[in-house]
């Protein structure tokens, strides 16, 4: 097992044994097992999920840093939220905001930020959605 540690500006939101960890690293999702190689990695937006037996647990993710250790995984993360704190209808409404503005060809918008709010909409409903993978 390796210890995992979720925290987020306001607080620890997971400590605890895990059996995998699954994460969006900088160059795309990343799976850690104990023993894994030492690694330090920027977090991207989406689903960050860990294992303990067939238990998996999901969450959204946005932004921050991840290190990797043979025997830990410390997430720091601007936000993580589960499931039960996903607001589908805000999620829903985020993601065809963020799409009516990007098609709209303004060119006073800024495209990064609305591309990110579009990934982080996308990410909250991918979270809701039923899935028996990690």
Known sequence: MIKLEIVVPDGLVFSGKVDEVTLPGAG?????LPQH?????????GIL????D???TKL???S???EVLADKVTVLAEAAERVDQVDADQAREDKEQAERVLTANDPDTDYDETMLLLEQAEARLQLLEP????
Do not use: K, M, N
């Open 49 to 52: 999920s860990y294992r303990v």
């Open 37 to 45: 190689a030492p690694l330090l990695s920027e977090l991207r937006v």
């Open 28 to 32: 795309g999702y990343l799976g850690i």
């Open 64 to 66: 921050g840093f991840v």
């Open 54 to 56: 067939s238990d998996v």
């Open 131 to 134: 899935s028996t993978h990690l």
């Open 60 to 62: 959204f993710c946005r």
